[in-house]
């Protein structure tokens, strides 16, 4: 199955050979209609700005947290999910379950295992 880092690298390696779409969370928090016009040019979809607009209305954090579609909530029947899947929907949560010692450990092995990649990596929205 392999790591994050493994999944990342091997897409970002064959991005030119295979129909790969690179979506990072924290750039629909800052523009999601741009993203999902991003999307749409991917995906060869010409569709009006009406259907654009719904789209980026229903892949808001605030709907589909409440979509049981969206959020498992009527799917997901085992122990293993009893927490909630969908958090805060903001950039930098992380730094409520990290402690400064797990951080630095990510840190360090993030930089191992991805310094040779040109990946931006957006660890928290300042607004």
């Known amino acids: 199955m392999g790591s994050w880092f493994d ?4 897409h970002h390696n064959a991005r030119d050979q295979l129909n790969i779409c690179f979506v990072q969370y924290e750039n629909m928090l800052k523009d999601l ?5 991003k999307l749409c040019h ?3 979809k010409d569709l009006t700005d009406e259907a654009i607009d719904h789209v980026v209305e229903t892949s808001t954090f605030k709907t589909m947290k409440t979509n049981p579609k969206a959020n498992y909530k ?19 949560d992380w730094k409520d379950f990290f402690t400064v010692a797990q951080n630095e450990h990510f840190d360090n092995v993030f930089e191992e295992k991805m310094s040779n990649l040109p990946l931006t990596c957006i660890w928290e929205i300042k607004e």
């Open 42 to 44: 991917f995906l060869g």
């Open 7 to 10: 999944h990342i690298r091997d």
């Open 74 to 92: 009527d799917l997901v029947e085992t122990n293993h999910y009893k927490k909630k899947i969908m958090r805060k929907g903001i950039a930098g």
């Open 33 to 37: 209609r741009g993203e999902v016009v």
